[in-house]
């Protein structure tokens, strides 16, 4: 790969420079290459419209986008983008509409898809099931179902899905998914908040390109809310891989993020709304 890869934040938590855009709790990012734009996620749909005209990106001008998995603060903007693009090929695995829940105490809370799938489908979502390893634009894949293979990597058990005899039971977030991009450096995985864990997602890339380097790894990674054993040993098992640019965004969370500067060093940025990763 010789063509200059561009990632930009569109949607995060927080804006991580002095431009008129809106943080929120969500996540979006842009890929860019030669005349191919794909949209990774859609944020909760406050920030997705006014972000990429203030970053001076064009939703009209997608070639694709990719849901990284069913839950409001990556797909609730979904409707807004497809408002611009009009018919869309949208990436995603077959399990995404599955109805979520987040529990706590005796509060249950509906986090999956706002919308219905046959909504966004008549504003023009041509929805392309995604359950394996493939290749949706040149140079650029989505992972497909991750295996897991870690024994630390366990989720998050307040995150639920409706189970037999009208119970609930933990989300085994089958459609979780990364996106992977061929650059001149090497490879960049994107995460959305890696809820099959970060390190699944990795080793999956890496089985599926054994003989190239991941270079960049940016998005969500979901240790804000893990234990510190499983902060630990993702830490400790990333180092395998030795990534040049780490840029964590979203479900990271402050605090695992400052943590996880103090370890890499340099090769760290925070992937807020504006944070730009040239490859």
């Known amino acids: 790969m ?3 890869t561009t990632i930009t934040i569109i949607c995060e938590n927080s804006v991580g420079r002095a431009i008129p ?3 929120e709790h969500g996540f979006a990012c842009l890929v860019e290459r030669d005349d191919i734009q794909i949209l990774v996620d859609t944020g909760q749909g406050f920030g997705i419209e006014r972000n990429m005209r203030v970053l ?3 939703l009209r001008a997608l070639d694709g986008v990719v849901l ?9 903007g979904l409707d807004k983008v497809l408002a611009h693009t009009g018919a869309v090929d949208v990436f995603a695995h077959p399990e995404v509409f599955v109805p979520r829940y987040s529990r706590s105490g005796h509060a249950l809370r509906f986090v ?10 008549a504003l023009g979502a041509i929805f392309k099931w995604t359950p394996q390893f493939c290749q949706i634009a040149p140079g650029i894949h989505v992972t497909g179902q991750v295996r897991r293979r870690t024994a630390y990597e366990q989720g998050a058990p307040e995150l639920v899905v409706p189970g037999a005899d009208a119970g609930f039971e933990p989300d085994p977030f089958n459609d979780d998914m990364g996106v992977v991009v061929e650059t001149a450096h090497g ?5 959305g908040c890696a809820h099959s864990g970060m390190i699944n997602i990795l080793l999956q ?9 991941i270079h960049a790894v940016l998005g969500g990674t979901h240790l804000g809310p893990a234990s ?18 780490l840029g964590v965004s979203h479900c990271t969370g402050q605090t695992r993020a400052a943590m996880m500067r103090e370890r890499v060093g340099q090769k760290f940025f925070f992937g807020s709304v504006g944070a730009v990763l040239q490859l």
């Open 68 to 76: 990284s998995h069913g839950h409001y603060d990556h797909v609730g």
């Open 112 to 121: 999956g898809i706002p919308q219905r799938r046959e909504f966004l489908e």
């Open 228 to 245: 510190a054993t499983q902060f630990d040993a993702t830490m400790q098992d990333l180092e395998q891989f030795d990534v040049q640019h």
């Open 21 to 23: 855009a809106v943080g």
């Open 2 to 4: 010789t063509s200059t």
């Open 187 to 191: 490879l960049a995985v994107i995460l």
């Open 205 to 213: 890339v890496r089985e599926h390109f054994p003989n190239q380097k």
């Open 56 to 58: 001076h990106k064009d």
